[in-house]
């Protein structure tokens, strides 16, 4: 079955750095573009980083310079390390295809606070 398994939330202050992960199943994760969401309380879900099969990425504006996301493909495992992390960066983070046409898994929280 198809899954996706997201890890690595908690709580950091300001400032701080935390590494997500994302354990997927070959179906999904094989020679395919995966990229990390996130979802903050009362807003959309929104696509903050993606990485193409050959390791280029591209990121959202709101995370460029702070956020890096890597793969392990013989893992089927996608990463996001978060730098220089900031209270509006708290939200529940989630991995998926782009676009995510897969079952979302449960997602990791995040929570920017002091």
């Known amino acids: 079955q198809a899954q996706l398994v997201e890890s690595g939330g908690g709580l950091v202050q300001p400032g701080g750095s935390l590494r997500l992960s994302c354990a997927a199943s070959?179906?999904?994760?094989?020679?395919?573009?995966m990229g990390w969401y996130r979802q903050a309380p009362g807003k959309q879900r929104e696509l903050v980083a993606t990485?193409?099969?050959?390791?280029?990425?591209n990121y959202g504006d709101s995370v460029k310079g702070r956020f890096t996301i890597s793969r392990d493909n013989a893992k089927n495992t996608v990463y996001l390390q978060m730098n220089s992390l900031k209270p509006e960066d708290t939200a529940v983070y989630y991995c998926?295809?782009?676009?995510?046409?897969?079952?979302w898994g449960q997602g990791t929280q995040v929570t920017v606070s002091s």
């Open positions: 998926n295809r782009v676009p995510p046409v897969v079952a």
């Open positions: 070959g179906s999904i994760f094989s020679f395919k573009t």
């Open positions: 990485i193409y099969i050959g390791g280029t990425t």
